[in-house]
């Protein structure tokens, strides 16, 4: 197992920069996940990192050793694709064994490296069968044999999920976290799908369009996003973001939002130092209001526009006049068109500058 | 506006039963749900009621009159698909203006009913652009507004919102409930995603191999599934299954499952009488199990297996057996892999193996 290390890592296609300027570092035995929408230069950074792409620029380490210059079959990693190669005729056993064979590793050890995943991954039972019998995420176990048979320094997987469906999806998520934490595997894992990320990484680094955007935890990510793209991407229903003018009154400082003032003199200062204007974004995730039905001193007033029941909560879209904030209710009672009094849980508010995104608070 | 029937409809192709007796009331303006997942009969449903598939046996109706001879274009009924076929060439308006120019509609008209049409879809400003400048949802928008665009009398949904991305999809999700509920039309709205159809419809038809297994309400689906296949498909993450027998002892009763044994003596009596043998299959959902750290009364001990930190909440999963229980808890929650801790159920289905039938006739609360 190794570290691995990105610096200025840079890949262009033509004049686009696919990924641009990428440093990353990813500690031995860490399972790391790539998270963006398409586009975002994710495949592109696991393809360099894989050796099947080489970088215009920058440099890749697994250890503190340079392998940006090796080929893809020297630098011992071993990859997951979401679409499974399986090879035509061989028997299940054989589609496992294929990488040691090729390797010349000798049959009675790669026999029983065949029979030690197999069991890890509890699908002993498949080698009898035929390829022709596998169900899908029978095959995607196959596919998972096939990287643990041998003992890589790096594992690379590619939306290895996205072809099940969702409720194996749910399913196969903890049983892969689980076991790249029990063969204790760095573990690089690239993904679109934020639940997908938050439920298996240690850490995550969110990409757009080329760049890095932040680099933490899922808790780091998901109470602390470093900027709007991110606050925006993690977490379902998403943020909501409202548009603000700081402004002050009386020796008091508001958010104005058109439709609603929100008091936040404490945080003037901080927001005036850090902002390259009074346009700032407020962000409030859908848990972190709180809904009541009867009237509530310095509560903002809303009507329910559309209730989405989810079995043991429900979502509503509540507009305050012209803006519809997301929130997260608990009421059985609640029915479309009713009012109800809005309160933001002051210490989970964030605060972005409207022109860089950037986050303040 | 109209109300849609079925009455003991089947459908074959060749071997296959694609609907087998199948009976449904639709009323009018009702946003009603065909859940289920592929091969459920969905598709064949919907292209019925439109006219462009014939049932084998039994009747449609629509406003209480038979119409299985009469064609799809004399029925009143539009179909929306999963793939939205703009004509690339035309601009958003002309692409929505399409339908209604072939019903030879005067210029002034075809304007009004536009503009009024991208009034409800937010989509006015798009009007002059071409369907390759608009993003996924957009595009969506207007094939949803083409058909609009006829004023149908019954609105048929093909999964229409399933090649959307993650993000887009959940917000279509309340925006599209929203423009329907403006429709003043009936809705029947496809779909193999369970929370598609709890979240958008007054009632839910939920479909296996082209049976209904059960129709009503999603809060009643959720909470009251009567059979396996019901609570498994509603509700995320998915009701947890535990294969148990039933065993009784010095007066008391016990479901044994291979890690641990839960007493449920004071249902006992009730349970036996609607058991065909004797295992039993306990359902839980993820948001019904409490954990603890130390040991309480009537919990049970597991280990964890892993941590989801997929937020607001968590999923904790836990071991027992061969069985991976998932569980949600606050994101204070914080655990290493292989820690033991006791975990209660708040509320739990029983169900017998060999019928998939809930046995506890209703739901059991605990605490």
Excluded at chain 1, 163 to 184: T, V, W
Excluded at chain 1, 200 to 224: E, R, T
Excluded at chain 1, 226 to 244: D, E, Q, R, Y
């Amino acid at each position: 197992m190794a570290d691995v290390r990105l610096e200025h890592l840079t890949k262009k296609f033509g004049d686009v920069a696919a990924v641009n300027e990428i440093n990353l570092e990813i500690k031995d035995k860490e399972f790391v996940c790539l998270l963006g929408p398409s586009g975002c230069g994710k495949t592109t950074t696991l393809r360099m990192i894989a050796g099947v792409e080489t970088p215009t620029s920058g440099q890749i380490y697994f250890d503190e050793k340079p392998v940006t210059d090796l080929s893809s079959k020297d630098r011992d990693i071993a990859m997951v694709f979401q679409f499974y190669v399986i090879y035509p005729g061989m028997s299940p056993y054989d589609q496992i064994a294929f990488p040691l064979k090729v390797r010349k590793v000798p049959e009675q050890e790669i026999r029983n490296r065949v029979k030690e995943v197999t069991s890890l991954l509890g699908i002993e039972y498949l080698l009898e069968r035929s390829v022709s019998q596998l169900t899908v995420d029978e095959r995607q176990r196959i596919e998972l044999a096939r990287a643990l048979v041998r003992k890589p320094q790096v594992y690379l997987l590619d939306e290895p999920l996205t072809n099940l469906d969702a409720k194996l999806r749910a399913h196969m998520r903890a049983e892969i976290k689980r076991l790249f934490k029990s063969i204790g595997a760095t573990t690089i894992y690239v993904t679109h799908d934020q639940v997908e990320a938050m439920s298996m990484a240690d850490k995550i680094a969110v990409m757009n369009l080329g760049v890095l955007q932040q680099y933490d935890s899922p808790d780091g990510l998901y109470d602390g996003p470093k900027n709007l793209f991110v606050a925006g991407f993690i977490g379902s229903p998403a943020m909501n973001f409202t548009n603000c003018t700081l402004f002050e009154e009386k020796g008091k400082a508001y958010l104005d939002a058109a439709e609603f003032r929100y008091e936040i003199t404490d945080l003037a200062e901080k927001i005036k130092q850090e902002s390259t204007s009074p346009e700032v974004v407020l962000g409030i995730r859908p848990e972190d209001i709180e809904v009541d039905v009867s009237r509530k001193r310095s509560a903002l007033p809303a009507d329910v526009s559309i209730l989405e029941p989810m079995g043991h909560r429900a979502v509503a879209h509540v507009k305050v006049g012209g803006i519809t904030l997301v929130v997260n209710v608990d009421l059985p009672e609640l029915k479309t068109g009713d009012k109800v009094w809005l309160t933001f849980k002051r210490e989970k508010i964030h605060i972005f500058d409207k022109k860089t995104e950037i986050s303040i608070i | 506006m109209a109300s849609v029937s079925l009455k003991k409809v089947s459908k074959r192709f060749g071997d296959i039963t694609a609907v087998e007796n199948l009976t449904l009331e639709i009323e009018d303006c009702e946003f009603f749900s065909l859940l289920g997942p592929s091969g459920a009969g969905k598709t064949t449903i919907l292209r019925m009621i439109a006219g462009v598939e014939k049932p084998d046996k039994g009747n449609i109706y629509i406003d209480d009159i038979p119409v299985n001879d009469v064609p799809p274009r004399e029925r009143e009924v539009a179909m929306v698909f999963q793939s939205y076929a703009l004509f690339p060439h035309k601009t958003v308006y002309e692409n929505m203006a399409y339908p209604l120019r072939k019903r030879k509609m005067s210029e002034a008209d075809i304007k009004r009913i536009v503009e009024e049409t991208a009034e409800i879809l937010h989509i006015k400003p798009l009007l002059e652009r071409l369907p390759r400048q608009l993003s996924g949802g957009e595009r969506q928008r207007i094939g949803l507004g083409r058909t609009m665009v006829r004023q149908p009398k019954v609105f048929l949904f093909d999964e229409p919102l399933t090649n959307l991305d993650a993000k887009l999809r959940v917000e279509m999700r309340g925006e599209f409930k929203k423009i329907c509920s403006n429709l003043k039309a009936t809705v029947i709205y496809a779909t193999p995603d369970q929370l598609e159809a709890v979240t958008m419809a007054n009632r839910i038809a939920v479909l296996d191999k082209g049976m209904v297994l059960r129709c009503d309400s999603p809060d009643e689906l959720y909470n009251n599934p009567k059979n396996l296949f019901v609570a498994g498909f509603i509700g995320s993450p998915a009701m947890n299954f535990i294969s148990c027998t039933l065993t009784e002892e010095k007066e008391k009763a016990y479901l044994d499952a291979a890690e641990f044994r839960y007493e449920i003596t004071d249902i006992a009596e009730k349970i036996k009488l609607r058991m065909t043998g004797s295992k039993v299959i306990l359902g839980v959902r993820p948001e019904h199990i409490k954990i603890s750290r130390s040991m309480k009364e009537g919990y049970v001990q597991l280990e964890v297996f892993v941590l989801e930190r997929v937020r607001p909440e968590i999923i904790v999963d836990l071991k027992a057996g061969e069985k991976i229980i998932k569980a949600l808890a606050p994101a204070e929650f914080y655990a290493n892999i292989g820690d033991k801790v006791w975990v209660g159920f708040e509320k739990i289905f029983l169900f017998d193996e060999r019928t998939g039938e809930e046995i506890t006739g209703g739901v059991v609360a605990f605490g």
